[in-house]
């Protein structure tokens, strides 16, 4: 059992096909497979939410990271998700861990979709938060609401999650203050700003998985596993209908919809949300 918590762990590097990844480990280990997390578009290991890893950690082995070319790690960031799930799953492979479960956030549940398609046995069950399938609703580009909040001027950076993660009612904007504050809660060890590549690459990655084609769904069948998909009321990011969407299309999955909500309704309803996850995890739901 590691002593660290989400804001002590210390950062480690391990050598991914030549690059240095960054990432943090703690939490109970034995008894339960880790749970892999992977991040949000422009996210980085200081943008996870202590009250979401923490009470986790408490029973399992946490491990968090930046993929290729983001934040601390180094290399070129790619720019398709299936790439990113190639380097997310050789970074696996470098902790020499044979079997996961996976978390994904955001663009992240789109990689840890792939994994899942890539390397069905590494995973045993995952929740996509924030998701949606290939080819889904306006996942090809942000909303034009979405795009405003990008080129809106914030006094610091990080109050752009107010506008992207919160639904603007007041019950939501004060979880939404409270998240804020318990990302920055960590002070020392900090991981460092993403470079000017990763906006590009990323959206492009997000671009490529939007692209709406023939069947696009059809890859769904194959994903067998047990999945917990998690989204807002209105999610402005990757709309609410598309995890609708993935429920319907998925052999084995189970949609959680938190009222008054938007893209981070997981960090709105964090208590809540734990004990659901423990529960999907530990077998019970």
Request: no cysteine; charged share 20%; net charge negative.
């Amino acid at each position: 059992m590691s002593n660290h918590t989400h804001n002590t762990a210390p950062t480690q590097f391990v050598k991914v096909n030549g690059n240095k990844f960054a990432y943090r480990r703690f939490g109970k280990t034995g008894g339960h497979l880790p749970l892999v997390f992977f991040q949000h578009f422009t996210g980085t290991l200081d943008n996870w939410d202590p009250a979401v890893l923490d009470p986790l950690s408490q029973e399992r082995e946490i491990i968090i990271f930046d993929n290729k070319g983001i934040a601390s790690s180094e290399g070129e960031p790619p720019h398709t998700i299936a790439e990113i799930a190639r380097d997310a799953e050789a970074f696996i492979d470098a902790l020499e861990l044979k079997k996961v479960d996976l978390f994904g956030f955001s663009m992240g549940s789109f990689v840890a979709q792939q994994i899942a398609l890539d390397r069905p046995g590494l995973v045993r069950k995952i929740i996509l938060v924030g998701s949606g399938p290939r080819g889904g609703e306006d996942l090809e580009t942000f909303l034009p609401e979405v795009w405003a909040l990008f080129e809106k001027t914030y006094a610091q950076p990080d109050e752009l999650l107010l506008d992207t993660f919160f639904a603007p009612t007041e019950t939501s904007q004060t979880a939404g203050k409270l998240f804020l504050d318990r990302i920055r809660s960590r002070k020392e060890d900090k991981d460092i700003a993403i470079s000017d590549k990763v906006v590009p690459a990323q959206l492009a990655a997000i671009s490529e998985w939007g692209k709406k084609k023939p069947d696009s769904f059809e890859y769904l069948a194959k994903i067998t596993h047990p999945v917990l998909v998690v989204t807002g009321k209105k999610d402005i990011i990757f709309p609410t209908i598309n995890s609708y969407l993935l429920q319907q299309h998925l052999p084995d999955a189970q949609l959680l919809l938190y009222p008054d909500s938007n893209h981070g309704s997981q960090y709105q309803f964090h208590q809540h949300f734990v004990v659901q996850v423990r529960l999907f995890l530990n077998g019970n739901l």
